[in-house]
Structure formats: structure tokens, C-alpha cells
């Protein structure tokens, strides 16, 4: 039976959704100059191979303890399997405890060999394939970056099961439930209790989250059963540490070869929960929580720039975005552009500059509600080979899955909508595990944190060694690890029961939020209201194609007044909220020149949507007779 499909998946370029790492860094340049469509196997097929294989020869196994190749072996010898390397530059030595051979054909034939492990280029694989069939291996394994059809042909008309473009270590940890233990997209939902690392009893306890519906991803996703207790509600772990199982087990969390919790300040089982959800939510391949939404623009920030480098940052931002970027990474010796992302030329001019390393935009702008396009701007970003980052704050997954327009990375303050609830401040980074970051930087100079060697942890090439999970694994294991803007389990925990109701609040927002509109819309002492959900918006036709569920709750309007009137009005609202905040149950009202945009120059909360007569509002789900008659009060008492 055929075992494979091409098709566009989930991760349907770049990288695929169950990578390993490149074996080569030839490897990695000849996959950057192939044709990007996934190979798709069935969850029943991968885990009826690691179920039944024992003993594996890895073709390519490197003496290097830092190289992929030594990871994959020593993961894989943690699991029970055997694993004889072969290597005919190391013949006679010893990796891990078994001894070299120089190929298949030399190890011994009392050692029955079930698959064949490729870690070369795809040139050598019918190679492999013809001393696999020879050895009667079960199985043909190429890792990831080696596509071979001539090889997989030559195993398969043999009867021998093929899988390409895949990393045995990262498939069994995501079978297993080791993967999300650093907020992986594991790509699976289970209501059944398991203990991670081990092969579940029932092999049909697993749901893909593909074609699954939103609504039970936001349940689901991430989650299973406590192990021990069976209890069905995720814990809270208040822990600072975790056990190690030996010497051994820790010096492989240590080395990153391994999957694990070591402290609270790089990951936590209960975070861990909500890092898979809002991945598996937006699309992604993996998430970083943070303290809050201004930590998760940082760490995001962090493994992209440097010293004399540059952000090209939409003019439509909240407030203290702006000043972030406009101030306070200069410190760092960043500096940052700030554009007009409705104007292409003027975006391109921006990125021609050659210190950028991305493009930074919010999906609905914070305050004035400005939509952005992200399939033009994710576009204009890749033609330069720089990521393209979205703020979805004020989107949420529900509305927009930026990742799905083209965009990299998609940041999140999850106090906001994701929680719902105001009680729990917090932030997010989602990879999409889609930009080929070997291939867009072959000297390892523009993102030399993913691509060049880490002297923390002895020459380890991020993006060689973890392939489409470099970016969140660096965000946990140096971004957290030194930046140390941890959220804490119990915030994440406040933010899953929020996430659990996500999209029955975003639509009574968006509902709510539609009908205000119209009512301020033809009021006689408001100027104009930014909802792009209002057919007379410049962004109408853009919320149509891209924000298919509505056009969020977060826009402003301008007074017929000034600034004045703008004060008055949100000192003279009874339900509305005069908070600095947004995405609350509750309705939330602010001036956003007197408060978030206040340290901004006049030019600069113009180009925001914060002009002196500005009012920001983010609409609750109360009763809409509510709202409208507590604005209609407000707006009363203006002269």
C-alpha cells in the first residue's frame, strides 16, 4: 500500500510539520533549491514503524557530540532502541557504546538490522537503499533534506516501508507526548491519558489536529489527562526545578539533546500546555509564552537582530510599541524604521536598506483599527530574505491566522483577547517553522543566532541542529534562559480557561462591535469611525478576503471636538472601562493621546490614529442596548 502523499499541509512551506534536523549543511543547500511541497504520512504509519523496529543502522553517524546525527543516536538509544553507527571516516571507534562500521554490509550478520537510518545527502541514498534491501531492513528512513525517489523506489519494490524528510527522534517525542513539553505543535489531540516517552496502549488514542475544528483545538490542543492522577483539567505545576532521572538524563537536557523541563525560568509543564494550543490555534510550528506582550516583542527581536541592525515597523502601532521600538532598543543598538505599511513602495524602499532583518506589522492596528495586508507584506518582506512578523493581538487565531498569509512569526500579548478575562498579564511568540533560515543566510551572517555556531553550548548551529524547531527551541533555551521573562504557570493557567472560550467571546464582540459602530457612525458629534467592518472602511474588501469571522472589536472614533471633548467623553461613561487595556469580557474606553500615545510627537499619534480627538474603544460582550445607550450618555455631555 502506497504510504505517501504530496500535498500542501499544515507547514506547507519550507520545512514540513515533523522535521528533525538537516544532516549537512550540503544537505541544507540542495533542500533550499528543491521544489517546497511536503511529503504527508499518516500518523498509523510512522508509529507502526517505531513500534516495531528494534535495531537501527544510522548511515552518516558523526564521532561530533554537537552534531544532529549524535542527538538522533543518543535520543533513540534512550527509547530502547540499538543503533550501530556507520561511518566509514570513524571505522573502529565508538559513538555512544557501539562500534563503527564502515557500511551496512560490515556489521556483523548476527545483528539483525529492522531499518536504516539515513543521514547523508539524497545522492547517497539508493546506495543505502541497495544495502538495506541486501541486509533484509525492514525499513528505509532518510532524514530530513533527504529526498530521494530513486532510492525510495529501489527499497519499496523490494517491500521495504520508506519514510523521507523526517527525523525518527522528533516523530517518536511528537507520537509520545515529549514534544510539547517545550510547546511544539504535536500535530495530535487526546483525551486519553498517557505517559510521555512511552508508546501509548491504544495506538488509536490519537486525533490529528488537521481538519480538526477550531473550537476543540481550543480545547484540546496540548492537553491530556494527568498522567498520574488522571485528572482532566491541566494542573497547575508552581514548581522552580524538576527532577532529573540521572547524570546522564540531565547532561542531555543540558545539551539540548533531549526533551525536558530543567527550570521554571525556561519552561514549565503547565505553560507548555498553553504554548502547544496557541501554536496548533495559529498554525504554527511552536510557541514561546512570556510575561507579557512587550516580553514577547523582545524575545522575539532577540534572535534576529544585533548590534547596527534594523526593524522596519508599521507607523500603526499601539503606543508603546512604538516607544519600544523607537527608544528603547537603541540600547541594544538596534534601531528601527518606522513606514506606512499601506504604502508598497514605501515599504519596499524601507526594506532595501541593507541593516534590516525584518518587517514588523499588527494584524488590527491598536488604536485606530487599521487592517493590515499580510499576504502583501509577507511578499514584499521574503524578497529581501527577512521574516515577516505579526502582531495578532487584536485578531486572535479566531479572526486571522497570519501564518496562513505568508507571515513567519506571530506575537501575541495573551492578556488580552487570548484570556479574555483581565486577570492574567502574559505574551506569546508562534514560529510557523517556515522560513528556511539556512538557505536565506548560507554565510551565517544575517542571523548568525540561528545559523552560525552558539558558544554557549559548544558550537551548536541552531537552525542545522533543530531544523523548523530552531526558533522556539532558542527562544526557551537562550531567550528565556538569559532574557528570563518567564510567564508564570499560574497565568498561563488563567490564560487556558480564557482560550477555552475564545471564539464564542470574538463573535459576540465582533456582533457588538459592528452595531456600535453604525450607532456612532451617525452620531452628529463624532467626525469619523475607523471599523473595518463598516462598508464605507478602506479596509472593508481587505477584512472580506482576509478576516473571514469579523473585523475584531478594537477601533476608534474622532469627536467633532478636540481633545478636551476626548477626556470628558471617557470620564463620563457608566459601563465602558477608562483602562489601559483591551480584548477584555468587559467594555473598555481610553484617549489615547492623554495616555498610551502621550509620549509620542504630534506626527507620530497622527500616523498612529491617535490624533488629539481620538477615542479608543474595545468592545465588550455586554448587551448591546447597553453600550450604545452608556456612549449615547457620554456623548451627551459634550458642549
Known amino acids: 500500500m502506497f504510504r505517501a502523499i504530496r500535498r500542501a499541509g499544515s507547514f506547507a512551506s519550507g520545512w514540513n510539520s515533523v522535521s528533525c534536523a538537516r544532516p549537512t549543511s550540503l544537505a541544507s543547500r540542495w533542500l533550499a533549491s528543491q521544489p517546497q511541497t511536503p511529503i504527508v504520512y499518516e500518523d498509523g504509519y510512522i508509529r507502526r514503524i517505531l513500534s516495531s523496529v528494534k535495531t537501527i543502522a544510522m548511515v552518516g553517524a558523526s564521532t561530533n557530540w554537537n552534531r544532529p546525527s549524535y542527538f538522533a543516536m543518543s535520543y533513540l538509544q534512550a527509547k530502547g532502541y540499538r543503533v550501530i553507527p556507520v561511518n566509514p571516516g570513524a571505522v573502529g571507534k565508538e559513538i555512544l557504546g557501539e562500534k563503527v562500521y564502515g557500511s551496512i554490509d560490515d556489521i556483523p550478520s548476527e545483528i539483525e538490522i529492522d531499518m536504516v537510518d539515513l543521514f547523508r545527502a539524497p545522492s547517497a541514498a539508493p546506495g543505502a537503499a541497495r544495502e538495506a534491501v541486501a541486509r533484509g531492513a525492514k525499513v528505509l528512513w532518510m532524514q530530513l533534506g533527504v529526498v530521494s525517489e530513486e532510492g525510495a523506489q529501489i527499497a519499496e519494490a523490494a517491500g521495504i516501508d520508506v519514510v523521507m524528510d523526517r527525523c525518527p527522534k522528533i516523530e517518536f517525542s511528537r507520537l509520545y507526548g515529549e514534544l510539547g513539553w517545550h510547546g511544539f505543535n504535536s500535530g495530535v489531540l487526546s483525551s486519553k491519558r498517557r505517559m510521555p516517552g512511552q508508546t ?87 510557541a514561546t509564552c512570556t510575561s507579557s506582550g512587550h516580553a514577547a516583542q523582545v524575545l522575539t527581536l532577540f534572535p534576529l537582530m544585533g548590534p547596527g541592525t534594523r526593524v522596519v515597523a508599521s507607523n500603526k502601532l499601539y503606543g508603546g510599541s512604538i516607544t519600544q521600538f523607537a527608544k528603547t532598543i537603541k540600547k541594544f543598538g538596534w534601531e528601527c524604521t518606522f513606514v506606512d505599511v499601506d504604502d508598497p513602495p514605501a515599504v519596499e ?10 518587517l514588523w506589522a499588527e494584524s488590527i492596528a491598536n488604536p485606530a483599527g487599521a487592517v493590515s495586508d499580510i499576504g502583501a507584506l509577507a511578499e514584499a518582506a521574503h524578497a529581501v530574505d527577512v521574516p515577516l512578523v505579526i502582531d495578532n493581538t487584536a485578531a486572535t487565531p479566531y479572526l486571522c491566522t497570519p501564518i496562513e498569509h505568508g507571515a513567519d512569526i506571530v506575537v501575541h500579548s495573551t492578556t488580552k483577547y487570548m484570556s479574555g478575562h483581565g486577570q492574567a498579564v502574559g505574551g506569546c511568540v508562534v514560529d510557523s517553522g517556515k522560513f528556511d533560515w539556512m ?22 548551529v541552531f537552525a542545522e541542529q533543530f531544523g523548523d524547531l530552531a526558533f522556539t527551541i532558542f527562544g526557551h533555551a537562550v531567550g528565556l534562559r538569559d532574557l528570563g521573562c518567564t510567564m508564570a504557570p499560574q497565568n498561563a493557567f488563567y490564560t487556558l480557561l480564557g482560550v477555552e472560550t475564545l471564539s464564542l467571546r470574538m463573535e459576540r464582540h465582533c456582533e457588538n462591535a459592528l452595531a456600535l459602530a453604525k450607532y456612532l457612525d451617525g452620531h452628529p458629534k463624532v467626525a469619523s469611525v475607523t471599523y473595518a467592518g463598516l462598508p464605507n472602511s478602506v479596509y472593508y474588501d481587505r477584512v472580506q478576503a482576509q478576516y473571514p469571522n469579523g473585523a475584531g472589536a478594537l477601533y476608534s472614533f474622532s469627536l467633532t471636538g478636540g481633545y478636551e471633548d476626548g477626556k470628558k467623553l471617557v470620564e463620563s461613561t457608566r459601563i465602558f472601562s477608562h483602562v489601559a487595556n483591551l480584548g477584555d469580557t468587559r467594555s473598555l474606553i481610553l484617549h489615547p493621546a492623554s495616555t498610551t500615545h502621550r509620549q509620542l510627537t504630534t506626527e507620530q499619534r497622527e500616523a498612529a490614529g491617535a490624533g488629539d480627538s481620538v477615542v479608543r474603544i474595545s468592545v465588550g460582550i455586554e448587551n448591546i442596548e447597553d453600550l450604545i445607550g452608556d456612549l449615547d450618555h457620554a456623548l451627551s455631555k459634550l458642549d
Open 439 to 460: 538557505a536565506r543566510d548560507p554565510t551565517g551572517t544575517r542571523f548568525p543566532s540561528m545559523t552560525a555556531p552558539e558558544p554557549a553550548y559548544h558550537g551548536l
Open 349 to 358: 524602499a524601507a526594506l532595501a536598506q541593507e541593516d534590516v532583518r525584518l
Open 200 to 286: 501509548a496502549k491504544d495506538r488509536d488514542a490519537t486525533v490529528p489536529t488537521e481538519g480538526v475544528g477550531f473550537d476543540t483545538k481550543a480545547l484540546h490542543a496540548g492537553a491530556y489527562p494527568d498522567p498520574a492522577s488522571g485528572a482532566r483539567q491541566t494542573p497547575i505545576f508552581q514548581s522552580s526545578s524538576f527532577v532529573f532521572d540521572s547524570a546522564e538524563h540531565a547532561a542531555g537536557l543540558f545539551n539540548l539533546q533531549t526533551f525536558g523541563h530543567i527550570y521554571g525560568r525556561l519552561s514549565n509543564p503547565t505553560t507548555s500546555v498553553l504554548e502547544e494550543r496557541i501554536a496548533t490555534l495559529e498554525g504554527g510550528r511552536g
